[in-house]
């Protein structure tokens, strides 16, 4: 879906040898441990340091008001949003817990700015898996993936499912809003950073994503959680 793959790595490969882990077995060993990857110098051994910090001091500059003890240098881009002349709902400029995965995601920051390191890092990462590097360099264009930081509007578009009848995933009671973000689409509604609420696809990558999109038994099961074509 994200058109928008732009990696300009040095030293990606320890970061590739994890690219293949158990969907849903949590957050150790896969996708996201870097306790071994050869970028984390500050906290080699640790899971969680190279994204939250316990406490305020090793937090960079600035970024002290950010959520969920945040220890990683924010984007400084600026990125232009989806458009489309069919586009109901309203959408901003990435906001919420999108802002966190675009410390990594947006090509921009170094995976070495954590733990109050915010210069030198040579480590970039976009919306791509390691295994799919492609140089290039990153221009904050969102017009090409799935609309970010939108609002889901069910009564603006009709072709939206209802967010708070519609079951969202295999989890049992759970529904669409339970997944949005003050009602926004963000990058944690479709995917679990932690690997704990993935599902297995039949083949290739999980992509961290709560609800399989290639499933025999359930084709696109994503898309059509929220989407009623
Ligand atoms: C690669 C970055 C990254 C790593 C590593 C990481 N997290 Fe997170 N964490 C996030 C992001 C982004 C969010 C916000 C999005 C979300 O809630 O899914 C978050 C949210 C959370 C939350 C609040 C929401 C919730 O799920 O309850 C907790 C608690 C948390 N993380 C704990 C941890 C712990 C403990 C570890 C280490 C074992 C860890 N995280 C490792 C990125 C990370
Ligand atoms: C509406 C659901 C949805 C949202 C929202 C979403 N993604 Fe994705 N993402 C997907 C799907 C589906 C894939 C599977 C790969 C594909 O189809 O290209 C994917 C793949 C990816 C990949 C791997 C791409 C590759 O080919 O290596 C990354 C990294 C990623 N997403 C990051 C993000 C980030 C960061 C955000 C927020 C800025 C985000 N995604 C928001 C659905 C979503
Ligand atoms: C510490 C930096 C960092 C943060 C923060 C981060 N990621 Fe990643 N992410 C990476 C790196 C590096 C990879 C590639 C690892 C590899 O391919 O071995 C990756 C890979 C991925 C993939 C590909 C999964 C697969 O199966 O190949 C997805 C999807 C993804 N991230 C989504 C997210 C989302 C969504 C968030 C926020 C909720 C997020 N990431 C936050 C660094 C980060
Ligand atoms: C969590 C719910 C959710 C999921 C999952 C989801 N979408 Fe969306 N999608 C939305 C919302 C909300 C919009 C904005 C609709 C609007 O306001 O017009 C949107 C917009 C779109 C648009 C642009 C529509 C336009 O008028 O420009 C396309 C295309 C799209 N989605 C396709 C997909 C595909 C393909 C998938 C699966 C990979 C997917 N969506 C998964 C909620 C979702």
Redesign the pocket.
């Known amino acids: 879906m994200h058109i928008f793959r732009i990696v300009l790595a040095v030293g ?1 490969t ?6 293949q ?1 158990t ?1 849903g077995a949590g957050i150790r060993g ?3 441990d ?1 306790s071994q ?1 050869s970028w984390n110098i500050t906290k080699a051994g640790e899971i969680c340091g ?2 939250h910090i316990p406490h305020e001091k090793a937090r960079p500059a600035g970024q002290v008001g950010n959520p969920l003890l945040w220890g ?1 240098s924010m984007s400084q881009q600026t990125f232009t949003v989806y458009t489309s002349p069919t586009l109901n709902g309203a959408i901003t400029t990435p906001d919420g ?2 802002k ?6 947006d090509g921009t ?1 170094a ?1 070495e700015h ?1 733990n109050g390191q915010t210069t030198g890092g040579s ?1 970039f ?1 976009a ?6 590097v492609v140089p290039g360099l990153p221009n904050g264009d969102l017009g090409n993936t799935h609309p970010i930081s939108i609002t889901y509007d069910s009564v603006a578009d009709p072709g939206l499912w209802n967010p708070s009848t519609r079951q969202f995933g295999s989890t049992a009671g759970r529904v669409i809003n339970d997944v949005l973000e003050g009602g926004k689409v ?3 509604t ?4 932690h690997n704990k609420d993935v599902e297995a696809p039949d083949s290739g ?5 709560r609800v399989a999109v290639k499933k025999a038994a359930a084709p696109s099961g994503l898309c059509l959680t929220c989407h009623n074509k």
């Open positions: 990606l320890a970061a590739a040898a994890t690219a882990y969907p896969s996708v996201h870097f990857a190279v994204c990683r817990t999108a966190l995965c675009l410390s990594c995601h920051v995976l954590f480590t990462m919306m791509v898996r390691a295994s799919a963000q990058c944690r479709c995917h679990d950073v990558p999980a992509y961290l994503l």
